[in-house]
């Protein structure tokens, strides 16, 4: 059985944000600025392919932290198995923020929501067999506490966060071990 994180740490998504849109943005949209400010737009976000879902906070935050009055209304939780053409969310507010924000949030989603995929087919590959799917500390840098939860929201259970919380003897200990 999965063993869950806590909720995401709020001020962890908002630095994670914050360095994603600044890393996007520089020093404006030059595009979305071609767009009349008092501009509204009302989109959605649509399943394309079998997925699970997973990096809701971060996808929230991307667009809160451009303009909190862009109003996001989910229609799938976090780990649910989604079918293509599913509604995922509909997002409403200020076009500008919306057409800013909405790469770095579909790209959190998106890549969350693949590892949270690959792990529940891995999950669900094993069946009843008495096996658990464990990730490993091959993160992206920066992105190891989104990663992890992802495994979890896809079934899985994390090994161990960091070299701090479990010994794991590898080949390369033993090699030293050994003195070749």
């Known amino acids: 059985m999965a063993s ?4 995401p740490d ?5 630095d994670d944000v914050a360095r994603a849109l600044a ?25 394309r392919e079998d997925a699970v879902l997973a990096g809701r906070a971060w996808f929230d935050e991307a667009f809160h932290r451009l303009d909190t009055e862009i109003a996001i209304e989910w ?45 529940r087919r891995m999950v669900d590959a094993v069946g009843e067999h008495p096996v658990r799917i464990l990730d490993t500390r091959k993160t992206t840098p920066g992105w190891r506490l989104l990663e992890k939860q992802a ?24 090699v030293v071990e050994a003195g070749t």
């Open 151 to 174: 495994v979890v929201d896809g079934g899985g259970s994390n090994h161990r966060m960091g070299l701090y919380d479990r010994a794991m003897v590898k080949d390369n200990h033993l």
């Open 75 to 119: 229609s799938a939780d976090e780990g649910e198995r989604l079918r293509p053409d599913r509604e995922v969310c509909r997002v409403q507010g200020p076009a500008r923020a919306i057409l800013t924000a909405e790469r770095t949030a579909l790209n959190f989603l998106m890549h969350l929501s693949g590892i949270a995929t690959l792990t």
């Open 10 to 14: 709020v001020d962890l998504v908002r």
């Open 4 to 7: 869950p994180l806590p909720e």
């Open 23 to 47: 890393e996007d943005i520089g020093d404006g949209d030059c595009t979305a600025s071609l767009i009349p400010a008092n501009r509204s737009l009302a989109t959605r976000v649509v399943c």
